[in-house]
């Protein structure tokens, strides 16, 4: 069975407000579901590090946040997440837009990054994220054709959630986004997209959901990961 690497934030990549052991132990629980085996890392440094030779994962997911310390990346450490980027499928979470704030490359891969002092959320509530895409069927990029193709009987129409809505993140342009939330004013804001698909560039998923086990309660948040999952891995 195909096994997905999942970095969890511990350590430097902790922080006092996401209950990352937690959130992870919930996301190989999806992870199981969608046939995958999940294998849970919170020595990122070293993990990274081992991704710079041999073979690798058939997934990453990142469940991690910002260095507290201004910790850098090792030699290795970077070498195996520049690696990663290169060669990998991802998810990465919530906090993760957060994460490798010294690694453009990181921002490059996800299509979207928290710019401290700039990005925000309001208080944790309970709000709807509808779906405004489509994951694309078979080969092909995200843009064009891919993006009017049906949703499928596993990507709900909807996904009701007690989490946190995140704003005025720094985005890419070629983002698809897949569910939107609104903001303060009611304009839209994204929750999840994808990017990648096409040629040999390895799929992107980001889902900004995914604060604490809450988020993980909701049947249509798990129900939307494990059809993210399965497209991550073709």
Do not use: C, K
Request: aromatic share 6%.
């Amino acid at each position: 069975m195909p096994t997905a690497l999942l970095l969890t934030g511990h350590g430097p990549y902790a922080d006092p407000w996401h209950p990352f052991a937690e959130t992870s132990s919930a996301l190989a629980e999806v992870a199981t579901e969608s046939g995958l085996v999940p294998v849970i890392r919170t020595d990122v440094d070293a993990a990274l590090a081992e991704l710079r030779i041999g073979p690798l994962p058939a997934l990453i997911i990142a469940n991690l946040g910002r260095p507290d310390d201004g910790t850098a990346l090792s030699a290795d450490a970077r070498a195996g997440l520049q690696r990663m980027l290169r060669d990998v499928p991802l998810l990465a979470l919530h906090a993760a837009a957060n994460a490798f704030p010294d690694e453009p490359a990181w921002e490059a891969r996800l299509g979207g990054r928290w710019v401290p002092d700039v990005s925000g959320h309001p208080p944790l509530d309970r709000f709807a994220a509808h779906r405004v895409g489509a994951l694309p069927a078979g080969p092909g990029t995200v843009e064009g054709a891919a993006a009017a193709l049906p949703a499928g009987p596993d990507l709900p129409s909807r996904i009701a959630v007690e989490d946190e809505r995140y704003l005025h993140l720094r985005l890419a342009e070629d983002r698809h986004v897949l569910y939107a939330h609104q903001d303060d004013d009611g304009a839209p804001a994204p929750t999840i997209w994808v990017r990648g698909g096409g040629g040999a560039a390895p799929r992107t998923a980001y889902d900004a959901l995914g604060h604490d086990l809450r988020s993980y309660d909701s049947a249509e948040h798990r129900r939307a990961l494990r059809a993210l999952l399965g497209w991550l891995t073709g």
